[in-house]
Antibody
């Protein structure tokens, strides 16, 4: 069964770091582009970052550029999001999602994880 | 950034109704648009990609159309499980923006 499972969320103080992970099963991660999307409490969806099948192309939202880093280990079927210098406005449920396509142009996110919650509070 | 504006933001409808949601882009995006359904506490679910291609496993009562700047998502006959929030997303230019969402509730 095709599945994504996120982990690593938690409560963190502003300015600190957190690393999210996403484990893929039921499909070959190396065959698809991947994304992270977040949703602040009571708000809509916000695209955060995309990475191509081989990790050679990465694109970040301006709101996280320079603070977040996406990476993938296709041999382990995992996707990571390193989040540094966290801000209160980064507080959200973070979803990893698989794209239909291998690399840009992307078409849409057809498999999503259940989400992991990041709370940024002092 | 490309802005996506969905209308309406809130919609009240009855079982069996035909419903249309519109998504307007601030500039042309060809057919690089996806539609998602999200239920409370759950991850989004892809309904339509490339503006009009029905994702595998999605009921045929869902359909999408449009290109350029104007797009629509239509549900031909609402079922109880369709009451949710719907989002459009453009995937032509970074950042891959989402619309603000349309909340569909039972009348």
């Amino acid at each position: 069964q095709v599945q994504l499972v996120e982990s690593g969320g938690g409560v963190v103080q502003p300015g600190r770091s957190l690393r999210l992970s996403c484990a893929a099963s039921g499909f070959t991660l190396s065959s698809y582009g991947m994304h992270w999307v977040r949703q602040a409490p009571g708000k809509g969806l916000e695209w955060v970052v995309s990475i191509s099948y081989d990790g050679s192309n990465k694109y970040y939202a301006d709101s996280v550029k320079g603070r977040f880093t996406i990476s993938r280990d296709n041999s382990k079927n995992t996707l990571d999001l390193q989040m540094n210098s966290l801000r209160v406005e980064d507080m959200a449920v973070y979803y990893c999602a698989k794209d239909i396509a291998v690399s840009p142009p992307y078409y849409g996110m057809d498999v999503w994880g259940q989400g992991t919650t990041v709370t940024v509070s002092s | 950034d490309i802005q996506l504006t969905q209308s309406p933001s809130f919609l009240s409808a009855s079982i069996g109704d035909r419903v249309t949601i519109t998504c307007r882009a601030s500039q042309g995006i060809s057919s690089s648009l996806a539609w998602y359904q999200q239920k409370p506490g759950k991850a989004p679910n892809l309904l339509i990609y490339a503006a009009s291609t029905l994702q595998s496993g999605v009921p045929s009562r869902f359909s999408g159309s449009g290109s350029g700047t104007d797009f629509t998502l239509t549900m031909s006959s609402l079922q109880p499980e369709d009451f949710a929030t719907y989002y459009c997303q453009q995937l032509t230019t970074y950042p891959y923006t989402f619309g603000q969402g349309t909340r569909l509730e039972i009348k």
